[in-house]
Nanobody, 127 residues
Framework: QVQLVESGGGLVQAGDSLRLSCAASGRTFSSYAMGWFRQTPGKERDFVAGISWSGGNTYYADSVKGRFTISRDNAKNTVYLQMNSLKPEDTAIYYC????????????????????WGQGTQVTVSS
């Protein structure tokens, strides 16, 4: 069992940067593949970025590739999403997700691939 708490969201202008954090409880964080998803009202939750348990494999949605960077610090039980060159279309609630995975480094692109979710953090980008 793992609990996830996101932070770092806020209101920014187009072109600005934000860094989201997701703190995980438990002693087995290094056994989890992690992902970031986002959702806007009335739409499905979409994959943004993912990272393997070791951090050795990262993967991104095409819409954020080159602008967003996912990373993790297993010593701090935390995964990050660095978001640069933000656009109004990046406005959404961002969710952190986890699944146990030490035998396969991913990718995991779908919500059903993940077992645990945080409560989300709002990111709003004004034009």
């Amino acid at each position: 069992q793992v609990q996830l708490v996101e932070s770092g969201g806020g209101l920014v202008q187009a072109g600005d940067s934000l860094r989201l954090s997701c703190a995980a409880s438990g002693r087995t964080f290094s056994s989890y593949a992690m992902g970031w998803f986002r959702q806007t009202p009335g739409k499905e939750r979409d994959f943004v970025a993912g990272i393997s348990w070791s951090g050795g494999n990262t993967y991104y949605a095409d819409s954020v590739k080159g602008r967003f960077t996912i990373s993790r610090d297993n010593a701090k039980n935390t995964v990050y999403l660095q978001m640069n060159s933000l656009k109004p279309e990046d406005t959404a609630i961002y969710y952190c997700a986890a699944r146990v995975s030490r035998s396969y480094s991913g990718p995991y692109y779908y919500t059903e691939d993940y077992n645990y979710w945080g409560q989300g953090t709002q990111v709003t980008v004004s034009s």
